[in-house]
């Protein structure tokens, strides 16, 4: 947790930043797509169970708000661990270990912004429920085998974090870093995660005006 209240007084001293005045004319009524991958690890008491694993996948949208400096960003978080089983589950006859879980977190973000010419810093904060599997083993005494199965759990949590992007001719490169912190413990431990993430984002504006103006046109009057 106290790495937590770093990354929340990060992102209020950023908030301040961003305060300032200044026009965004990279973000006014746009709608970009990104696509991000990276490495996540486990904090604290979350090593215990987790372990890192390479490349965690991120995607969602930016989209911004009437005033740009203000953002929405539902993002899809796809992370994968190794994992070691700690406590008995009655309902199997072996325990895990370096077994594979892995994380599915959508985020429904909002965020604040500062743009400096071609460059953007910023920094959000918002809730979160996904879906985590984690693995089960059971001996199957027909057949003399070891059975692998997944058992599911949704989580709800909260994720906030601050980044940066660049924009070149026709794409954004940006570099973020995030906590993520599950309300659901983890075989008795709880869950914190730091994501390090680098990844592009596009401009998706006419494909969204599209969609809204075929949806609309194809609504009953």
Not at 95 to 102: A, F, K, L, P, V
Not at 165 to 180: I, Q, T, V
């Amino acid at each position: 947790m106290k790495l937590f209240t770093l990354l929340a007084l990060l992102v209020l001293s950023s908030s301040t930043l961003f305060a300032q005045q200044g026009a965004d004319t990279l973000h006014y009524r746009k709608v970009y797509y990104f696509g991000g991958t990276g490495l996540a690890f486990p904090l604290g008491k979350t090593n215990k169970v987790l372990s890192p694993k390479l490349f965690t996948g991120s995607m969602g949208l930016d989209i911004s708000l009437k005033n740009p400096k203000y953002y929405l960003m539902p993002t899809l978080y796809l992370m994968s661990f190794d994992y070691d089983q700690l406590v008995d589950d009655t309902k199997y006859n072996r325990m895990i270990e370096n077994g594979r879980s892995s994380f599915y977190m959508l985020s429904f973000a909002g965020g604040i912004r500062k743009q400096y010419d071609r460059l953007n810093t910023y920094g959000y904060a918002g809730p979160v429920v996904g879906l985590i599997t984690e693995p089960r083993a059971q001996d199957d005494a027909a057949s003399g085998m070891t059975m692998i199965e997944n058992k599911y759990s949704i989580s709800p949590g909260v994720k906030i974090g601050f980044g940066s992007d660049y924009k070149f001719n026709g794409f954004f490169l940006g570099f973020e870093a995030g906590y993520l912190y599950n309300f659901k413990k983890l075989q008795g431990n709880p869950v914190s995660i730091l994501t390090l993430m680098v990844g592009l984002k596009s401009d998706i504006t006419r494909l969204s005006d599209k969609v809204v103006d075929v949806i609309t046109r194809s609504s009953p009057e």
